[in-house]
């Protein structure tokens, strides 16, 4: 187990001159604060709504959130989900652990992509698995190639299909069938990770990986996907809000799972999420998506302006990232390190997101906290360092 470099440069925001495009998080600035204050003073001002928040709580989640949660999936295409397929869970992140408690035995292989995401390599790697490429756009694995003798089987996929973080790519319908097709050739479960659905900024919504398996199998319950979705990109990260939507039979594994890691997710942030999400998710995602986007805009547009030559990145439809490729030349740490001591920019450097630590010539930028003029500024900051390096290296 390794500590995070994200969670470790977020300390800099502290340091007002640092311009950091470090953390995935939301603007504080964009919480519904009024709304989430409102619902917890209903709550707590009830002396009888007021007992049961504060007490115990079913390790299953509160029930009127999973059923508002099942008739959320079913509207985006789950066929048969009902509230026995979620686990209410603090966070995605815990829902990643939990998979890889259920699923993962010490040397067993798993599938994931190149860059991926860091928390879930944190959750897998306390069980000490060993990885693999997941098929994807940019290779050319088949479900043949796992299946060489001298290979372990894989236990299971894992990927991020909306807004991947760390590069802010997307598959699409085509790239996800063929996935699933990959998936059902091996017997492979698949683990999506879709904590940056809700902010599409353009281009068409495309099914889940989960809609697409519970319309192939002919339901939930049938289907290999297990699915983790959270509230902290689209409501607010401090409650600890997240779900998992599987088969009824790998959600009971997971409930054992809760029960002995922490009995229940908070039942009061549980009830006040309820009450928030089901009368003001729509309004909320559609106020904050048009503000991110700009950012995003903004973000690409510096690039454009100020990076040398041979420096590319991405162009997402969505999301909270950008991700750079630097000339061979240049080590994103070391870059890293002189951006932050020479023109107090901060960012995360790409190999913390390859299991391997591979991936040295790459670097992850956020540009979900700052605003349009901030994102200038801090990348003519770093394309002007990146053009003192390049003839220095080249």
Known sequence: MRGSEVRELLKLLDQPDII?????????ELFPR?????AFARVLGDPARAKAALQYAPSEGYLPLRQWLAGEMRARGVTGCSADNILVTN??????????????????????????????????????????????????????SYLEPSRRRPKFGYCMPEFQNPTGTSLDLAERERLL??????????????????????????????ALAAERAGGIDLCKVIYCGTFSKSIVPGLRVGWIVAPRPVVEKLVLIKQASDLHTSGLNQIVMHEVA????????????????????????????????????????GGMFVWVDLPAAIDGAELLR????????AFVSG?????????RHHIRLSFSL?????????????????????????
């Open 181 to 210: 097709d990959t998936a059902d050739a091996l017997n492979l479960p698949l683990i999506e990770d879709n904590a940056y659905e809700a902010l599409r900024y353009e281009g068409r919504r495309v099914p889940s990986l989960l």
């Open 278 to 317: 089901s009368t003001i998710l729509a309004a909320q995602t559609e106020a904050i998506r048009p503000i991110y986007q700009a950012r995003r805009d903004a973000m690409l547009q510096a690039l454009q302006a100020h990076m040398p030559a041979g420096v590319s990145w991405t162009r997402p439809e």
């Open 338 to 345: 002189r951006s932050i001591a020479e023109a107090r920019v």
């Open 20 to 28: 950091s495009f470090a953390g995935g998080i939301p603007d504080p």
């Open 34 to 38: 009024a709304a989430i204050a409102r």
């Open 91 to 144: 966070g995605s992140q815990q829902g990643l652990d939990f998979v890889g408690k259920l699923f993962i035995q010490a040397q067993d292989t798993i599938l994931v992509p190149y860059p991926t995401f860091l928390g879930a390599l944190q959750a897998f790697n306390a069980y000490e698995p060993e990885y693999d490429l997941l098929p994807g756009p940019d290779n050319n694995r088949t479900a043949a």
């Open 351 to 359: 190999s913390g997101f390859f299991p391997d630590r591979s991936g």
């Open 370 to 394: 700052s605003p349009p003029a901030r994102i200038e500024e801090g990348i003519r900051r770093l394309g002007r360092l990146l053009t003192e390096m390049v003839p220095a290296r080249a």
